[in-house]
């Protein structure tokens, strides 16, 4: 067995076979021996020495190593462009989703405004309704209690008298006022019709004075 150097770096045999070997296992001779890892002897026959062969594998398991290394991490670096591209994908797709519940929400909240403006204007319609029905219905109602009021006076003012009263009237001139038979209070005012007393003293009073007209 050849002595290793002084460097103390293996010693391995520089003939064909040994080459053979360092290349079957990834390992380049040349520039093992030009780094001082592995010094050829070209003794021994071609046979690569114990302690060289275990070097020998020893860079073949670290090139490997390496080669696995650059692998796993170019797996990685794989892997890693998948999932950002599933996440990428993800992410358009959750803002897509987004979008149309968006969309869909904007949708149904206009659908409800519609809707609720709509009741609105026909609530508002039919209480307008409601109100002119009820102001009709008033105005019926006065119309008739005038009527009847209207009617008891023709009545009244085509009935002969048989209690010594008679109907007056204002003087076109006269102003308005207050005439007490006894203590009751008559209100005098232009175009109002009266039955009145005709021989009470008041009353006969303001007919001779042009205030009390017969009506």
């Given amino acids: 067995m050849a002595d290793a150097p002084a460097s103390g770096a293996p010693v391995l045999d520089a003939t064909d076979s040994a080459h053979?070997?360092?290349?079957?296992h990834g390992i380049d001779l040349a520039a093992a021996?030009?780094?001082?890892?592995?010094?050829?002897t070209g003794k021994d026959g071609g046979v690569i020495k114990p302690d060289v062969q275990k070097r020998v594998d020893e860079l073949a398991n670290a090139a490997q190593a390496k080669a696995d290394a650059e692998k796993a991490k170019e797996d990685a670096a794989r892997a890693e462009a998948e999932a950002e591209q599933a996440r990428q994908e993800a992410a358009e797709a959750e803002a897509a989703a987004e979008a149309e519940r968006a969309a869909a929400e904007a949708e149904a909240q206009r659908l409800a405004d519609e809707a609720r403006e709509k009741a609105e204007a026909e609530a508002e319609d039919a209480r307008r309704e409601a109100e002119q029905a009820r102001a009709d219905a008033e105005a019926a109602r006065q119309e008739a209690e005038d009527a009847k009021a209207a009617q008891r006076e023709a009545e009244a003012a085509i009935a002969p008298s048989t209690d010594g009263t008679a109907h007056f009237s204002l003087a076109a001139n006269a102003e308005a006022g207050t005439l007490y038979i006894g203590s009751t209070p008559r209100m005098l005012t232009h175009g109002r019709r009266l039955r009145l007393p005709a021989d009470a003293p008041a009353v006969v009073a303001l007919v001779e004075r042009g205030i009390l007209v017969h009506a």
Avoid at 20 to 24: H, P, Q, S, T, V
Avoid at 33 to 40: F, L, M, Q, R
Wanted: no cysteine; charged share 40%.
């Fill in 33 to 40: 021996v030009k780094a001082g890892e592995i010094t050829p």
């Fill in 20 to 24: 053979d070997l360092a290349k079957e």
